[in-house]
């Protein structure tokens, strides 16, 4: 049982942190920083590369990517989340999701870019900043939900 609890919490973390911080992140880079270029809260209409007929709106499927990636911090914390889960969420937020997600495997599954974004320096460093956050943003969620008490 506590390992569906587990995935069904980071799951929901993830999704919050994703409609929360990654797009507040996503919005001072694409307002205050050259080369970000990414809209935050975007509702246009994206189609899945496994099911190319389900359309969804941008933001509902980035939400959906956070709840799985949610789902595999809350098997990592584990059923009794402790010490600095801040910390420790945005170290995984840059290591799972930023550097495996979306420097290695998006580029090579999509071919939308290159890998680690060809060295753009632009990109590079607002992906790690927004991944840190919502990885720290995710943890901290977890174990909030876990314990019904800040962690």
Known sequence: MNFIKAIVLGFIA???ATVT????????????WTGWDRPSWNMEPVSNSL??????????????????????FGLIL?????????????????FLPALIGVFIAIPFLTGRFPPFF??????LI??????????AMTAWLYGLFRYCRLP
Do not use: C
């Open 126 to 135: 607002p992906v790690l900043v927004i991944l840190a956050g919502w990885g």
């Open 78 to 94: 584990g059923a009794r989340p402790e010490g600095m889960m801040t910390i420790r969420g945005a170290i995984l937020g840059i």
């Open 14 to 16: 993830g999704a919050i």
């Open 118 to 123: 060809g060295g753009d320096v632009s990109k």
């Open 21 to 32: 911080i990654h797009e507040v992140i996503s919005w001072l880079f694409l307002n205050y």
């Open 51 to 72: 099911y190319p007929d389900l359309v969804m709106p941008q933001i509902a499927s980035d939400a959906f990517w956070g709840g799985l990636w949610g789902s595999l």
